[in-house]
Nanobody, 124 residues
Framework: VQLQASGGGLVQAGDSLRLSCTAS????????VAWFRQAPGKERAYVAA???????YYTDSVKGRFTISRDKAKNTVYLQMSSLKPEDTAVYFC???????????????????WGEGTLVTVSS
């Protein structure tokens, strides 16, 4: 499975942006798919995840602002980001795992497949 992340760009604080993560070479409709981000000079950090069941999970800093969703027909997972803040500036990565257990979904090591990042820059 190959993942392609897209949708990043330069926006102003308060704006919205939607990231896409599309799989090729296989279907990942039964996988746990997550978004991570890496800000300049910082480690990669968990943002959100969606499980096979459709249940979604978020890190506290994005709750109420970001929404992760899945379109099975398009083999794509989205991250809708609203009320963006300058501190959301980062390279965003999508990742997928066929077998991640719930307690591990916030850890990058739980994911087998990664897409290349897409840069999100939020200006103040």
């Amino acid at each position: 499975v190959q993942l392609q992340a897209s949708g990043g760009g330069l926006v102003q604080a308060g704006d919205s942006l939607r990231l896409s993560c599309t799989a090729s070479g296989g279907t990942f409709t039964t996988y746990t798919v997550a978004w991570f981000r890496q800000a300049p000079g910082k480690e990669r950090a968990y943002v959100a995840a969606i499980r096979r069941s459709g249940h979604t999970y978020y890190t506290d800093s994005v709750k109420g602002r970001f929404t992760i969703s899945r379109d099975k027909a398009k083999n794509t997972v989205y991250l809708q980001m609203s009320s963006l803040k300058p501190e959301d500036t980062a390279v965003y990565f999508c990742a997928a795992s066929p077998s991640a257990i719930l307690s591990s979904i916030t850890y990058s090591s739980a994911y087998n497949y990664w897409g290349e990042g897409t840069l999100v820059t939020v200006s103040s």
